[in-house]
């Protein structure tokens, strides 16, 4: 078995040849369609399946954080598609982005732990259509697995109890667990403003010591993200960041760990916790 650090060009062959098999079978007969579709997804699904790293669960993730201290730094579609340079919803792709997250997520910095989703078959995911989606997801973006590295990784939904593998009655002490990150804590939200509107109504965060803010943009956050990172290295040592800025807030936990500060991409936590 090749290695997982070996480059994407290595492991093509084999998919290109199943590719134009599918394409000369279309062509001879349409009804052939589905069932070699079925098999190329399963390749794909194998093939990632087989190089895909270890990935803690969503409540040792939370423990991680609480006994060690540690940063967050977060991966989900979104990431893992800038990382091979396309453009999502609210982030446009740039060389710069792409190249940070790639060097991110194979990261060894002190402090700073990196989360990305369980694949499908190694966790118990509740919601069906999810292990649908990653599927899918891996099918069409299989290349992403390259940029891994072969060492243990937190998860990408610790703070999304409707999406990880939590029964749901499971869901309010996992979020009463996970709320201790910032019990007392004088916290800096690195935000837009839908999330600081979705807090009043919210008590989430009520538990924390103080709370402040740095107005972040909806979208393209990475094109201030200088300015971000200036105004959040401003703020006391003592400070607890929590990222919600998409992208950017997985580029911002690791350069705010590096600088001494925790920092926790915490994603679109409020509406995963209503």
């Known amino acids: 078995m090749r290695s997982r650090a070996d480059p994407p060009s290595a492991h093509l ?15 001879r007969n349409t009804r052939s369609i589905k069932p070699l579709y079925n098999r190329i997804n399963e390749y794909f699904y194998h ?14 993730t939370v423990e991680q ?26 982030q446009p792709a740039s060389p710069a982005i792409s190249r940070r997250l790639r060097e ?8 700073l732990a990196v989360g990305i989703p369980p694949f499908p078959d190694k966790a118990n995911i509740v919601d069906p259509t999810m292990d649908s989606f990653f599927r899918k997801f891996y099918f069409r973006e299989w290349e992403s697995v390259h940029y891994m590295k072969n060492k243990v990784y937190l998860s990408w939904s610790a703070f999304f109890p409707d999406h990880c593998g939590l029964p749901p009655e499971e869901a309010p002490a996992h979020i009463k667990r996970f709320r201790q ?59 607890l960041f929590l990222l919600a800025c998409g992208p950017t807030a997985t580029i911002l936990a690791h350069d705010l760990c590096i600088k001494g500060y925790q920092a926790v991409d915490c994603g679109d936590i409020l509406k995963r916790t209503r």
Not at 68 to 83: N, P
């Open 65 to 90: 954080i609480l006994e060690k201290g540690i940063s967050l730094a977060r991966y989900g579609d979104g990431e893992f598609k800038l990382c091979r340079g396309k453009s999502i919803a609210r």
């Open 181 to 239: 990150i910032w019990q007392d804590k004088n916290v800096t939200f690195v935000c837009n403003d839908r999330f600081r509107e979705a807090m009043s109504s919210s008590d989430l965060f009520n538990n924390t010591k103080t709370r402040s803010f740095i107005r972040a943009p909806d979208k393209n956050a990475y094109s201030r993200y200088d300015d971000l990172l200036e105004q959040s290295t401003h703020r006391p040592a003592d400070n």
């Open 104 to 111: 991110i997520l194979r990261n060894d910095a002190p402090n």
């Open 13 to 27: 062959r084999g998919h290109r040849a199943l590719l134009k098999k599918a394409l000369r079978a279309t062509a």
């Open 47 to 60: 093939y990632i399946r087989d190089r895909y790293p270890e990935v803690l669960t969503e409540k040792q």
